[in-house]
């Protein structure tokens, strides 16, 4: 599989973004995914991540409530996405985004995904 992210932007605190990983490759679909973030640095940290049915979020601690993780599946590659809506965003959310892919569950460890997309930047200013 490979990933293609985008949708990363500049905003004020309290405004909304939302980015998307497109998958390719991938015709099975018993792969989950994720997105990471990496502030400056700072370690890649667990954000968000979604099973392979679409069906089971996961989210980390500091999202909780404000970010929301979802997914499609379908045959073709341009419809084959796992979208991040985030609101109520915070200069503490600042960072670059990775989407990742792995097979089995989710997980939040960035080293047990085998498949990673390019950085989107998000930054938020207070």
């Known amino acids: 599989v490979q990933l293609q992210a985008s949708g990363g932007g500049s905003v004020q605190a309290g405004g909304s973004l939302t980015l998307s990983c497109q998958t390719f490759g991938h015709t099975t679909g018993t792969y989950s995914t994720g997105w990471f973030r990496q502030g400056s640095g700072a370690e890649r940290e667990f954000v968000a991540g979604?099973?392979?049915?679409?069906?089971?979020?996961?989210?980390?601690?500091s999202v909780k409530g404000r970010f929301t993780i979802s997914r499609t599946n379908a045959e073709g590659d341009a419809e084959r996405s796992t979208l991040l809506q985030m609101e109520d965003l915070q200069p503490d959310d600042t960072g670059v985004y990775y989407c990742?892919?792995?097979?089995?569950?989710?997980?939040?460890?960035?080293?047990?995904?085998?498949?990673w997309g390019q950085g989107t930047q998000v930054t938020v200013s207070s």
């Open positions: 979604i099973t392979a049915s679409g069906k089971i979020p996961l989210y980390g601690n």
């Open positions: 990742a892919a792995k097979d089995g569950i989710v997980r939040l460890r960035a080293d047990l995904y085998e498949t």
